[in-house]
């Protein structure tokens, strides 16, 4: 069976007391691969190694980092057939989804950010007659990067390339749910030559490496993304020591739509705002709220295509949705919809896992699910579940969909239907969320800020916020 290593200092190592953790592929509920179950030995040498790079790769001129990050970038287009199954096989997302979104957004991620580092540049004041102000941003140190297992490279690069753009070295945890192409990263790496120290990937669980990497005093800052209660965690322990954190965290995204809205396009994008990656995603809207004018008719054709939506092998092209990532996580969405039953929920559609055949008998399969007749204050409209379950509420008014909108302690992403542009920029400004999209969904622009309010998370990433948040500003004053 494969066992996948660290990526310490340049070089691909075994965890130092030789334990492993099983991977599992989601589709079939079998272990298919060994994770290093690194201990805080492993990481302090990944530490120490991103320490001693440190120096010679933020010396570099950043043309010289542009293009280390760019040949990573290429390294990824060579092997993008080979990764986008690893992520599907690690993950259970559809292969046709990973290969037309994950992996390459995360080559994207490198071209991104050595094209932006190429670009990006500092402030100068001239305060009076011979008095100048000039800002330096310098990298900060050794970046601890943690990411989670929904979109796996994806995430983990999202974070990686802006941290080495800027200079800095990097030790990252990819989640250990889905290690596989955060380790083929590594053997990209190791492949063109990136010298030793400069990114160090250590494999292993949350509570062990994870905790040893984010509890070292010898790194200098801390980017994560995963769930909130995670979050929280993270910053006890790092706040008090005063380094900078960016903490992307969890959403109960709301997807408003008014009875003016271009009812097709709506449509059509809502299945996908609800569904796509099993409703892993971070932006995926799980209330949805109608105007009601069209409930009725939004409700009859929302259930019959979600009926519609095959849930499948994620190799077979026509699988609408594969498989949850773990049986923990699959018996957490269960029992959620367990809870929606007994708060008085009506299952419209799904409600129940999926068992198909053969080699999959035994994977993780939900059905996607629609839940009627709940109150905004339940369980289910107030925690995240983070799967392929969507409740469905009316309201009457702008106003009462903006109280619905606001009312959970979430703030990451909103989707607003509305032909009216006036209405749309009211509440393009009145939700109270990081991200806003109007009659769209996802579509990214990489210099956009990144990132949730509330409980949804501090710092943004993406475009200039992520060099800004991995370099340090020093303000230089000079007479003369
Ligand atoms: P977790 O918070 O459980 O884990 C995220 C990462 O943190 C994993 O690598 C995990 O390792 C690691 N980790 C866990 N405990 C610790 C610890 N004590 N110290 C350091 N690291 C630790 O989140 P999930 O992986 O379950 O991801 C799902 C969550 O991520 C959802 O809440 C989702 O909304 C959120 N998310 C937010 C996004 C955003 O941009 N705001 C984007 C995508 C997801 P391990 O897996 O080994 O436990």
């Known amino acids: 069976m494969k066992k996948i290593s660290n990526y310490i200092n340049g070089k691909l190592v075994a965890p130092k007391e030789g334990q492993y953790i099983d991977n599992y592929n989601p589709a079939t509920g079998k272990v298919y691969s060994l994770i290093p179950n690194s201990t805080k030995s492993d990481v302090d040498d990944a530490i120490q190694a991103a320490k001693e790079a440190f120096n010679s790769w933020a010396d570099l001129r950043n043309t010289e980092r542009a293009d280390w990050l760019e040949k990573i970038s290429q390294g990824i287009e060579n092997r993008m057939e ?15 989804l990973a290969r037309s979104v994950d992996i390459p957004r995360a080559k994207d991620n490198f071209k991104f950010y050595s094209t932006a580092i190429r670009h990006y540049s500092s402030e100068s004041h001239q305060t009076a007659e011979g008095v100048i102000n000039y800002t330096l941003r310098k990298p900060v140190g050794v970046a601890a990067c943690i990411s989670p297992w929904n979109l ?7 974070k990686i390339a802006p941290a080495l753009a800027a200079g800095n070295t990097v030790v990252a945890k990819p989640s250990e749910i ?24 250590v494999h292993g669980l949350g509570h062990s490496a994870g905790n040893a990497l984010i ?20 910053a006890k322990i790092v706040a008090p020591k005063f380094k900078k954190m960016s903490l992307e965290l969890g959403g109960k995204n709301p997807n408003i739509i008014f009875d003016d809205c271009d009812f097709d396009k709506m449509l059509k994008t809502t299945l996908n705002s609800s569904f796509a990656n099993q409703g892993q995603i971070c932006l995926c809207g799980s209330r949805i709220l109608i105007q009601r004018g069209i409930y009725q008719k939004f409700k009859e054709a929302f259930v019959e295509k979600v009926k519609k939506m095959k849930v499948g092998n994620p190799l ?44 999959q008998s035994e994977g993780w399969y939900i059905a996607p699910t629609i839940i009627e007749g709940l109150d905004q204050q339940c369980r289910t409209n ?99």
């Open 82 to 96: 080979e990764l986008a199954l690893a992520e599907s096989t690690d993950n259970g997302k559809p292969l046709w």
């Open 152 to 158: 796996p490279l994806y995430l983990f690069t999202w």
């Open 178 to 201: 889905t290690p596989m192409t955060a380790y083929l990263l590594s053997e990209i790496c190791v492949e063109i030559g990136l010298p030793a120290g400069v990114l160090n990937i």
């Open 215 to 234: 509890s070292s005093d010898d790194i200098d800052l801390v980017s994560f993304t995963g769930g909130t209660a995670t979050g929280a965690h993270i």
């Open 316 to 359: 077979n092209e026509d699988s609408r949705l594969g498989a949850i990532v773990s049986k923990p996580h699959y018996e957490k969405i269960l029992s959620y919809i367990e809870i929606a039953k007994e708060e008085g929920g009506k299952i419209l559609a799904g409600g129940h896992a999926v068992h198909l055949d053969g080699e």
């Open 382 to 480: 107030q925690e995240e579940i983070f799967g392929p379950v969507v409740t469905i509420q009316p309201f009457d008014t702008e106003e009462e969909a903006i109280t619905l909108a606001n009312s959970t302690e979430y703030g990451l992403a909103a989707t607003i239907w509305t032909s009216d542009l006036s209405r749309a920029h009211r509440l393009g400004n009145e939700v109270e969320s990081g991200i806003i999209w109007i009659n769209c969904w996802l579509l990214r622009d990489l210099r956009t800020p990144f990132g949730g309010v509330k409980n949804s998370g501090v710092g943004r990433e993406g475009g200039w916020e992520a060099l800004n948040f991995f370099t340090e500003p020093k303000n230089v004053c000079i007479k003369y």
